[in-house]
């Protein structure tokens, strides 16, 4: 296993334009976590699943905002209607119950 | 969720012992103190968690006293590649709440 894997690595994309990220975790982990992280401050979370469940969210999370897990495997974060203040980089993580996270490298958004 | 409070930044000089401290005075039963490092444009990296007194591994020793109420994550002898940002976490990671990351400590190392 390589680890999480997150795809793109960059995006730059034209406001008003929609977004989507995906997550690759590490198999054998049954929870999945989104970050956001602006220069300068730490990750802010934005969500997390339990296999396929999204068991929460944050209010950072608005209605332009969205992500699934289907059959509990790799994720995908959208976004709709983006705005330059969605420029930011993405960070999934993956985790056993109990154990530390396991990050990937991230996408980087420019929202222009 | 414990809330956290750690030193902005630090400067230290390579070969140097460094010691970087965070207050966590609500913390809860359950809660364990996770430690992340963080090198610019990547993700956080996992090194060290504990739930009291002292746990060592092969990259940094986490010092917990009794009240639980402060931990001390200790690197021995920096070089300039430990030059990053230093997360404190606390929470139950079994309880399937997220754990909040808050600014952290940006550790600077110079020869």
């Known amino acids: 296993d390589t680890g999480v894997s997150q795809d793109p690595r960059h995006k730059i994309t034209k406001r008003g334009q929609n977004v989507t990220f995906r997550c690759d975790p590490i198999?054998?982990?049954?929870?999945l976590y989104w970050y956001r992280q602006t220069l300068g401050q730490g990750p802010e979370f934005l969500t997390y699943?339990?296999?396929?469940?999204?068991?929460?969210k944050s209010r950072l999370l608005s209605d332009r905002f969205s992500a699934e897990r289907p059959k509990g495997s790799f994720s995908t974060l959208e976004i709709q209607r983006t705005e330059q203040g969605d420029s930011a980089m993405y960070l999934c993580?993956?985790?056993?119950?109990?154990?530390?996270?396991?990050f990937g490298s991230g996408t980087r958004l420019t929202v222009v | 969720l414990a809330k956290t409070t750690q030193p902005i930044s630090m400067d230290s000089y390579e070969g140097q012992e460094v010691n970087i401290t965070c207050s966590h005075n609500?913390?809860?039963?359950?809660?364990?103190i996770t430690w992340y490092q963080q090198f610019p444009s990547q993700g956080p990296r996992f090194i060290i968690q504990?739930?009291?007194t002292k746990v060592t591994n092969e990259v940094a020793s986490l010092f917990i006293p009794a009240d639980r109420k402060s931990s001390t994550l200790s690197l021995p002898r920096v070089s300039l590649s430990d030059t990053a940002v230093y997360y404190c976490?606390?929470?139950?990671?079994?309880?399937?709440?997220?754990?909040?990351f808050g600014k952290g400590t940006s550790l600077l190392v110079t020869p």
């Open positions: 993580a993956s985790s056993l119950p109990g154990g530390g996270y396991t």
């Open positions: 198999s054998e982990h049954n929870r």
């Open positions: 699943f339990q296999n396929e469940a999204q068991l929460e």
């Open positions: 609500n913390i809860a039963t359950n809660d364990y």
């Open positions: 504990g739930y009291k």
């Open positions: 976490l606390v929470g139950d990671g079994n309880s399937g709440y997220a754990l909040n």
